[in-house]
């Protein structure tokens, strides 16, 4: 994942301290650091990331059920539009 560096302004962040932003154990983000998903790289020994790369991780997730009730409320309103249609009504 390409996130622009900029050291002067861009907060560094261990990967431990990474893992806790994300919520996830620190070797999933080791995980995501060896296979290039998360930009880092060796500083005095650690490895290190900027908040920037980490924040760029964070995607919005919609719950499951949100979603079903969305695909449902789509059928409805497919299925109303076309008893509508064959009324003459639209």
């Known amino acids: 994942m390409d996130v ?6 861009d907060e560094l ?12 154990n620190p070797a999933t983000v080791y995980r995501w650091a060896m296979s290039n998903r ?3 790289w060796r500083r005095g020994g650690r490895l290190v990331t900027t908040r920037a ?3 760029a991780l964070l995607v919005p997730v919609r719950p ?5 009730e969305q ?5 409805r309103d497919r299925w109303t539009e076309e008893r509508l249609r064959e009324a003459g009504l639209l």
């Open 53 to 55: 790369a980490v924040d």
């Open 64 to 68: 499951v059920a949100f979603r079903q």
């Open 13 to 24: 962040l261990t990967l431990t301290e990474a893992a806790h932003r994300l919520r996830v």
């Open 38 to 40: 998360l930009a880092c």
């Open 71 to 75: 695909r449902a409320q789509q059928v």
């Open 4 to 9: 622009p560096l900029d050291l002067d302004r």
